[in-house]
């Protein structure tokens, strides 16, 4: 079994900073695709990045140049770098990670953290 624990979240003001880890533990081989999701109030769930073992990452038009995805092998960890965070990015962001298990590939998520972006 896997468990996904997110944190980092927070109140920021607009215009800055603020990276959520998604730490992954339990029985698994390694992590492969990894991606960050988030969803507004009243609003549906949407996808902000996605990032394969393949090497291919892709963002939302609207935080292209601004969140980064990376990951630490050794500590299974995932990360979102959020710089010049804007209103509009308040949100419950949530982990999705493909993990490879004993019983093949095997997906995850988090179980949310709220960021809040005042203007």
């Known amino acids: 079994q896997v468990q996904l624990v997110e944190s980092g979240g927070g109140l920021v003001q607009a215009g800055g900073s603020l990276r959520l880890s998604c730490a992954a533990s339990?029985?698994?081989?390694?992590?492969?695709?990894m991606g960050w999701y988030r969803q507004a109030t009243g609003k549906q769930r949407e996808l902000v990045v996605a990032?394969?073992?393949?090497?291919?990452?892709n963002y939302a038009d609207s935080v292209k140049g601004r969140f980064t995805i990376s990951r630490d092998n050794a500590k299974n960890t995932v990360y979102l770098q959020m710089n010049s965070l804007k209103p509009e990015d308040t949100a419950v962001y949530y982990c999705?990670?493909?993990?490879?298990?004993?019983?093949?590939?095997?997906?995850?998520w988090g179980q949310g953290t709220q960021v809040t972006v005042s203007s």
């Open positions: 990032s394969t073992t393949g090497g291919s990452t």
């Open positions: 339990g029985s698994f081989f390694s992590i492969n695709n």
């Open positions: 999705n990670l493909i993990l490879s298990t004993s019983w093949g590939q095997r997906g995850a």
